[in-house]
């Protein structure tokens, strides 16, 4: 497993896996369906012994579930780094602070490695007291690092006073919204960028050739329209240019001989300004499979023709990182080259 060294603060290790794990679908929840505790565990096992180092979770992931789950699977491995992220909106300090402390039980841990606010709050000023709450408990010895999540080019502008390490955000193929702003922004500021649902959630996975096909409860992002259950988006929908993306993603994969799979995950290993990219796994073979598809190497030609195929989606999902809604948690530029926040 190859290694990335870390931006301006550690981790508690000088490097991270440039693959991490997460445990959404450790919840067991409707998005993702029935989990298997043992299963899950051997997941995590496996990762460790690929040479994972990083493990992604959050408190909302099965009302502490996947927590729970990641704490017993790695009890006796104090060496692998944790992160979790906490819901920022609408929290009191004290709330916080409890939802801190009930990960850290779940975990099994007196010190998290990487504790991430999951969403911007509406408010900026929510999201900067939320900061400070973390940085008081940084000072306590109960948060190791800071991180955030889908964090917009305005939100790493002004809240750069934090000692934030990492932004965990939405990148894959059929979601290059960072392209346009936020990596840069990242860059500047020494903050690593760790990527999420680096298979869009499975849809390119390679199992799937009709959006028909892909499973309900994971149409909930602004590639579908509002009429799928627990939408909170009010647009059409791109499901024309997604599925155009789709077709011409499997024919690069055929002409070359590639699984989408591996063109996906390739795709994302091969951005400098990706540090690491979490992958999701049910299975000890979907883990392999992936991490083997993330170290694979494209070449220069068939790099660009990936990027051409999702071109039109791209311009399509325009500057709103903010895959589930359209009134966006995330600041950032919009089309007419104004902050959106
Ligand atoms: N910060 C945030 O706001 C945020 C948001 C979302 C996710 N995340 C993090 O990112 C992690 C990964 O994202 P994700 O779970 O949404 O999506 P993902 O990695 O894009 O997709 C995971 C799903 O793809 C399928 N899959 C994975 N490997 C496969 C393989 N080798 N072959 C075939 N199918 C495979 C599996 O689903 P099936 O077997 O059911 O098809 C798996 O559950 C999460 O666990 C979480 O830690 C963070």
């Not at 999420?196 to 994971?218: H, I, N, V």
Request: proline fraction near 4%; charge should be negative; aromatic fraction near 6%.
């Amino acid at each position: 497993m190859k290694t990335t060294t870390l931006g301006r603060a550690g981790l508690g290790s000088s490097e991270i896996s440039t693959v991490a794990l997460g445990t959404w679908t450790f919840a067991g929840d409707a998005i993702w369906g029935e989990s298997r505790e043992q299963q899950c565990i051997r997941v995590v096992h496996a990762a460790l012994d690929h040479g994972i180092n990083l493990f992604d979770t959050a408190p909302n992931y099965g009302n502490g579930r996947s927590e729970e789950i990641l704490g017993k699977a790695l009890a006796d491995r104090p060496e692998a780094l944790v992160a979790s992220k906490c819901k920022v909106e609408e929290q009191s300090p004290g709330e916080l602070r409890k939802m801190v402390t009930d990960t850290l039980r779940r975990l099994q841990r007196d010190t998290i490695d990487l504790m991430q606010i999951h969403w911007p709050a509406h408010s900026p000023q929510q999201t900067r007291r939320a900061l400070e709450i973390f940085s008081t408990m940084q000072q306590e010895g109960l948060i190791r690092t800071i991180g955030v999540c889908n964090f917009g080019v305005y939100d790493i502008k002004e809240e750069n006073d934090f000692p934030i390490v990492s932004n965990q955000i939405p990148y894959n193929l059929l979601w290059r919204v960072i392209e346009n702003e936020i990596a840069e922004e990242s860059r500047k500021n020494g903050i690593i960028t760790i990527a999420y649902t680096a298979l869009q959630q499975g849809l390119l996975s390679g199992k799937y050739k009709q959006l028909s096909e892909f499973p309900s409860g994971r149409k909930r992002t602004r590639h579908f329209s509002p009429s799928w259950p627990g939408v909170r988006h009010s647009e059409p929908g791109m499901e024309a240019q997604t599925q155009a993306a789709l077709e011409q993603l499997l024919a690069i994969g055929k002409s070359q001989g590639k699984s989408l799979l591996e063109l996906a995950l390739a795709f994302v290993g091969s951005k400098p300004f990706i540090d690491t990219m979490l992958i999701g796994a049910r299975t000890e073979e979907q883990l392999t499979s992936s991490i083997q598809a993330a170290e694979t190497t494209l070449s220069a030609d068939v790099l660009q023709a990936l990027e051409d195929a999702t071109e039109e989606l791209k311009k399509a999902t325009g500057g709103n990182p903010d895959m589930y809604q359209s009134n966006s948690r995330v600041r950032y530029t919009g089309s007419d080259n104004t902050p959106r926040r």
